[in-house]
């Protein structure tokens, strides 16, 4: 929709007192009026000098014309002739006054006559001598005074004064006026067209293009550049604020979007905050009640196994004699049945224990631990040939009381499964090929097969005959445990008759949520 | 010479036959009093209850105790005799199945002299039972209360 002001309001506008309009009209008018004064002072000045030389030609001809006759009319002393021929000079024009005053030399009471009263003000006085020729000779016998006032040229020049200025004044303002109107038809009009426009325009209402009331010119002007360039930048603006908009509206949606999602971040959390804790208790819970059973076997279930053990004796000890046949075979049966029984117990009371309390983690030589249980086994069967192939100063975070028990079992182990070889070779070393330290635990014994290899952890399983070598097979599944633990992984690699190695790992994660101190009592 | 008073606080009966067969055994000969609770040992050592009237010459030299007892227990036990002035210093003698360390410490910070594990092999347990009785209440020196 095209939009032009009501032109009453614009032409108003144009002459406030800070349009440009009044100002245009000021500086016209002074600068027009400048001009007509100084245009009618040179006019001025040329007439009155045309007027000026117009009085002194006259008076030219009063010498050239009257100075003879008069100088003739004054040596015959003809007052009447000299009166008349005054007269005739003194109607000439601007000529105020003639007088003729004769040569007092040598005259008694010499002649003076004078036509008109001399003007003091504004005059020109012209003085001729009066001379007359007698027979070759010139003799001067007066003075011929003409008087001529300026009055006339004064008036003159001042009513030319007056109508010049007033033609121009009127002239000036009306052109004044003319150029005004011109000029607020133009521009100002159009200018406060724009300004109102522009002062309403508004981002992100429907735009309407900006028209001025006018018939286009056939050449686009600076009006239409400037219309174009705001209807362009209009345009511009627009489709950056539309742009911007929709800008905006998709973050507001990402917003909403991510407070939901935080929203259900946050429910999820609270969820699984409530069931870490739920799944906490409930594993403190079972904690404690695995803790108990185990203070119930250590106490209860040995007792009767120490009381048939007891009484086994008893019998063996009192009654002996009264024993027939496989009596005493049988005795000894429930013998070793009870000593593999409380060797169970105390294994598996290790191996509880192992998994129970705070681990006491410090930097641990675990080389000097090798070494240290490895001297302890040597003691308890020094007969037998032994040799450590010991990395020094391997040193790792590991609680030291369990850690020994873990070294203990994997050399019991090795130690055991060593038996049939004339020298036990036992190796122990860190790879760090992988870029994570993997210790490595090996034994030249008699090995294991691989296809077996999952069971090996698990307690009370064996991969070898119970008649080859002894213990209950809760030794690798302790092992593994206190690997665990530490939050490491346990493997092995052997082969039959090949010897055995084992591998662990430290803190591959953290394991502060799976420890829990339980003590009893 | 009379002979030692030795208070054994064992309520499984069983387990007490077999102890009291070890002390039979021994070369030693000791006064054993058998108590079968807590109660009846507390009883025994500040002569009260059913033991009322229970002569001072058997005021107990070695108190053998086993930790779970019906009743007071093995520990409140030992509370009670320690904060009597006649019992501040008499050997106490823990002597149970528990091998469980925090049964140990408590016992200890309680101020029994030693803790033993029964052992399985009943011809140790004889040696043991000797070997403490002959230890505390001949070779041992104790202040006098």
């Known amino acids: ?521 | 010479m009379s002979k030692d008073t030795i208070l054994l606080v064992e309520d499984h009966p069983d387990e007490a036959e077999l102890a009291l067969r070890g002390f039979a055994k021994m070369a030693d000969d000791y006064d054993v009093q058998l108590a079968r609770d807590g109660e009846e040992a507390l009883d025994f050592l500040f002569s009260r209850g059913q033991h009322r009237g229970r002569p001072s010459a058997r005021k107990p030299g070695l108190i053998i105790l086993d930790l779970s007892l019906p009743g007071i227990d093995g520990f409140e036990v030992v509370q009670q005799l320690r904060e009597h002035s006649d019992y501040r210093y008499t050997p106490v003698v823990v002597l149970t199945t528990s091998d469980e360390q925090s049964d140990i410490l408590q016992s200890y910070n309680l101020g029994v002299n030693s803790y033993l594990c029964k052992p399985l092999d009943f011809e140790n347990f004889s040696d043991v039972l000797q070997l403490v009785s002959h230890y505390w209440l001949r070779n041992n020196a104790a202040p006098r209360p």
């Open chain 1, 1 to 521: 929709m095209p939009y032009s002001p009501s032109p009453s309001s614009g032409l108003r506008s144009a002459f406030s007192r800070r349009g440009i309009g009044r100002r245009l009209l000021l500086l016209i008018i002074l600068f027009s009026s400048c001009v007509t004064l100084l245009s009618t002072g040179v006019q001025l000045y040329v007439d009155y000098q045309r007027d000026l030389s117009a009085i002194n030609t006259r008076l030219d001809e009063v010498e050239s014309g009257y100075l003879g006759s008069i100088s003739a009319s004054l040596w015959n002393l003809d007052i009447r002739q000299l009166q008349l021929q005054l007269e005739g000079v003194r109607h000439l024009p601007d000529i105020q006054s003639v007088a003729v005053y004769e040569n007092p030399q040598g005259v008694d009471n010499p002649l003076a006559l004078r036509i008109g009263e001399p003007v003091e003000q504004r005059a020109i006085v012209r003085e001729y001598r009066l001379v007359y020729h007698l027979g070759g000779e010139g003799r001067d016998i007066g003075r011929l005074v003409i008087n001529a006032s300026m009055d006339e040229v004064y008036r003159r020049l001042w009513e030319k004064a007056v109508v010049i200025l007033m033609t121009q004044g009127v002239k000036t303002f009306v052109v004044s006026l003319f150029i005004l109107y011109i000029f607020y038809r133009l521009v100002t009009q159009h200018l406060s067209t724009i300004a109102q426009f522009v002062s309403r325009f508004k981002l992100g209402k429907a735009t309407s293009q900006l028209t001025l009331a006018r018939t286009p010119p056939r050449k686009a002007d600076e009006l239409d550049q400037v219309t174009h360039a705001f209807n362009e930048l209009g345009d511009n603006l627009h489709q950056a604020y539309e742009a911007l908009r929709e800008v905006n509206a998709e973050l507001e949606r990402d917003i909403i979007a991510r407070r939901r999602a935080e929203e259900e971040v946050k429910r999820l959390n609270e969820g699984l905050e409530q069931r870490v804790r739920q799944r906490t208790a409930e594993l403190e819970a079972a904690n404690k009640e695995l803790a108990s059973f185990s203070y119930s076997v250590s106490h209860d279930l040995r007792a009767p196994l120490r009381r048939i053990e007891g009484f086994r004796r008893i019998l063996v000890e009192d009654c002996g004699h009264d024993l027939h046949g496989d009596a005493g075979h049988y005795l000894s049966r429930i013998e070793s049945g009870t000593r593999e029984m409380a060797e169970m117990i105390d294994s598996f009371l290790r191996l509880s224990r192992v998994t129970q309390g705070e681990l006491c983690v410090e930097d641990t030589n675990v080389s000097q631990l090798v070494q240290r249980v490895f001297n302890q086994q040597q003691e308890r069967e020094p007969d037998r040939p032994a040799r450590l192939e010991l990395e020094p100063d391997i040193c790792a975070d590991v609680d030291r009381r369990i850690f020994e028990v873990l070294i203990t079992n994997l050399l019991d182990n090795a130690w055991k499964y060593s038996r049939q070889r004339n020298e036990i070779l036992i190796r122990f070393a860190r790879d760090q090929s992988s870029g994570q330290n993997v210790y490595c635990l090996g034994d030249n014994g008699v090995g294991f097969d691989m296809k077996y290899a999952d069971r090996l952890f698990t307690p009370f399983s064996r991969l070898h005959k119970a008649e080859d070598f002894d213990g209950i097979g809760i030794g690798l599944a302790t092992v593994q445990r206190i690997i665990a633990r530490h939050g490491g992984r346990i493997w092995a690699k052997s082969s039959p008759g090949a010897g055995a190695t084992f591998y662990f790992t430290l803190w591959e994660r953290n394991t502060e949520c799976e420890q829990g101190y339980y003590s009893v009592g």
